[in-house]
């Protein structure tokens, strides 16, 4: 959020995204499986970007192309 914003719109944010997370962790414990589904996708996010930024570090930009 800019650093200018209101304060009533930055508590709206904190309690927004507070309601959203609250009601996501009830889903989760309610619907077992969609829970671990989605803890599942989230650590294999992270884990995709960690190789990848592990072995993207050291690349250079320069594309490759048979028609060079």
Same mark, same amino acid.
């Given at each position: 959020?800019?650093?200018? %914003? $209101? *304060?009533?719109? *930055?508590?709206?944010?904190?309690?927004? %995204?507070?309601?959203?997370?609250? %009601?996501?962790?009830?889903?989760?414990?309610?619907?077992?499986?969609?829970?671990?589904?989605?803890?599942?996708?989230l650590?294999?996010?992270?884990?995709?970007?960690?190789?990848? *930024?592990?072995?993207?570090?050291? $690349?250079?930009q320069?594309?490759? %192309?048979?028609? *060079?």
């Open positions: 959020m800019p650093s200018n %914003s $209101s *304060n009533g719109l *930055n508590w709206t944010a904190l309690i927004v %995204s507070l309601l959203v997370g609250v %009601s996501g962790s009830v889903l989760a414990f309610r619907i077992e499986k969609a829970g671990i589904f989605a803890l599942g996708a650590a294999g996010t992270f884990l995709g970007m960690i190789i990848f *930024n592990t072995f993207h570090f050291g $690349s250079t320069k594309v490759i %192309s048979p028609f *060079n």
